[in-house]
Each structure stands twice: as C-alpha cells, then as structure tokens.
C-alpha cells in the first residue's frame, strides 16, 4: 500500500491531485489483487486497471502539457537545461504507459492469475520513484 504524505507533493495543485488518485487506484488494485484468493473478483482488477490506464495517459498528457506551456516562458539558459529532463521525462512516461498495456495483451482473455501481487508492487514503486526523482524535479520550473 502506498500511503500518501506530504512528501508526495510538488506543490502543483492538478498534478498533487492526480498524483493522489493514481495513488488510489493502486491501492484499490492492491486490495482487490489480495482478494482475488479469496473469490473471483477478475472483472473489478480489469476495470480497475482499465481506469488506471486512461487516467495515466490523460494525467501525463496534462504534465506534459504543462510542461510545454512552461517551456515559452522560459529564457534561453532554462530552456536548455530544461529540454534534456523535459525529452527524459516524456520518455519514462511513454515507458509505464508501455509497461501497463503489455499487462493487458497478456491478461486480458486468460491466465487471470497474472494480475500479481508482484505487477502491482511494480505499479506502486514506479509511481513513487518517478513522483520523488522526476516529478518533483517540476517545483524548480513551473512557475
Ligand atoms: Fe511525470
């Protein structure tokens, strides 16, 4: 379980709060993953992580965007310090939205035992990494 704190935040009104939902919707997935001993509850993992899915693409299409909009009104020196962590923050993205659709072109039709325990420790550590290393990084630029 991730527990939120302070030390999560960027300080970002729209990017804490969707940070704080991605949050929640692991958990819940964590939740649901340990229940699944217990009864099938396979449909709630799927829809859970179907919505994990869209919110992460909206939510980095948003950072991004913020991002770009920060970047024209930058002066030249921050421009170019920003543009080589702004090339390295897009590319994380692009690989955890890679990462959750491999998840689904191996569970969707079968094998539902899959979803693991271990898949959404994966999920959580990523989340919590890239909000402390990458994420946070963002305080210093946007204004
Ligand atoms: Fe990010």
């Known amino acids: 379980m991730l527990t ?5 935040e960027t300080n970002i009104e729209s990017v804490d709060r969707q940070h704080r939902y991605l949050v929640d919707l692991i958990n819940d997935l964590s939740t649901e993953v340990i229940a699944q001993l217990q009864y099938d509850n396979y449909d709630k ?10 919110y992460t693409i909206e939510h980095f299409r948003q950072e991004e965007q913020l991002m770009k909009d920060n970047m ?3 002066d030249d020196e921050t421009l170019a310090e920003f543009w080589p962590f702004f090339k390295d923050h897009k590319a994380q993205h692009a690989d955890f ?3 959750i659709e491999e998840i689904f072109d191996k569970d969707v039709d ?7 325990a271990e898949l959404i420790g994966f999920l959580a550590e990523w989340l919590k990494n890239h909000i402390f290393k990458v994420d946070m990084q963002l305080r210093k630029y946007i204004k």
């Open 97 to 99: 939205i890679k990462k």
């Open 110 to 116: 079968e094998s539902q035992d899959d979803v693991s």
């Open 4 to 8: 939120w704190s302070k030390l999560f």
């Open 45 to 54: 993992i799927m829809s859970i992580l179907t919505e994990l899915k869209k």
């Open 72 to 74: 024209a009104k930058m």
